[in-house]
């Protein structure tokens, strides 16, 4: 395994190859990503341990994107069963799945932890859903100090764990070592990543443009309230799907393509690369 140093301009490529491989398979890449949403609010109705089963799932939740997004970039058709591509790899790859889920559900538990240091616990409560945003709250000095210093823990975490799932999936790289790799892999490619993030932040506001302009339209043709609230909520989620779907395009230019065939179903492998740049 050999990690790739790309230039800046790549963070746009992935950006455009992410929405492009959406759009080759909008309606089952949209799925999988509402049913993986889906799933994992399930898992927060669990008494007790909900929460935290619910974020052990995410890295799962983030492969089973990555799978699908390189099938629709290969011309095929992404199934439901990707759900579970995390759990059908074999024993050791399952194990090494769920210690993932483990650690990020644990790293993400400590932010929460020393976010209430702060504030007593206020904004754990809102962000794990257990509590509403008032106004009150909202402009409370405490919550908007434990937010900013969660957000703040929250990005080397994100860093972490961006590549892991498919370091453990496609290399089979113990858990602890895919989350080395992958922080390193970020932080080599800092210029290609801010570059990445800007690029989907322009297409989020451009989309919220959008949908307002439409909501606006509906209300002057009187036909507000619940359309506009669905077309706010599908838009969302569509492009939420689209940024997933892009994750993969990150991982196959950083990393080297696995060198030797591994047990693997043939969809499950990345998308060839493109171009990709060599290690300077």
Not at 151 to 157: Q, S, W
Request: charged share 10%; with cysteine; proline share 8%.
């Amino acid at each position: 395994m050999k990690l790739h140093i790309v230039p800046a301009r790549t963070g746009m490529a992935w950006v455009k190859l992410g929405i492009r491989a959406f759009w080759r398979q909008p309606m089952a890449l949209a799925a999988l990503f509402f049913m993986t949403m889906a799933s994992m609010s399930l898992a927060t109705m669990i008494p007790l341990v909900g929460p935290a089963i619910a974020l052990a799932l995410l890295p799962s939740a983030t492969l089973a994107m990555m799978v699908a997004s390189a099938q629709a970039s290969l011309g095929k058709f992404p199934t439901p069963a990707l759900l579970l591509v995390a759990f059908r790899t074999g024993q050791q790859r399952l194990r090494d799945m769920l210690v993932l889920g483990a650690l990020y559900a644990g790293g993400f538990l400590a932010i929460m932890g020393l976010s209430a240091l702060l504030d007593g616990g206020q904004f754990a409560q809102v962000y794990l859903g257990g509590a509403p945003l008032t106004k009150e709250v909202a402009e409370d000095p405490a919550f908007q100090s434990a937010m900013w210093l969660s957000m703040m823990l929250y990005l080397p975490l994100s860093l972490l764990f961006w590549h892991a799932p498919g370091l453990v999936h496609w290399h089979g790289v113990p858990p602890v070592k895919a989350l080395f790799f992958s922080i390193v892999a970020c932080v080599r490619n800092f210029g290609a990543f801010v570059v990445y993030g800007l690029g989907w932040l322009g297409v989020f506001l451009l989309g919220g443009l959008v949908v307002s302009l439409v909501s606006a339209l509906l209300a002057v043709a009187g036909l507000a309230g619940s359309a506009a609230g669905g077309i706010m909520v599908g838009a969302a989620m569509m492009m939420a799907a689209m940024f997933f779907t892009s994750v993969v395009f990150t991982f196959r230019d950083c990393f080297e393509p696995p060198s030797t065939t591994v047990p693997e179903a043939p969809h499950d492998e990345p998308p060839p690369p493109a171009s990709t740049p060599g290690p300077l």
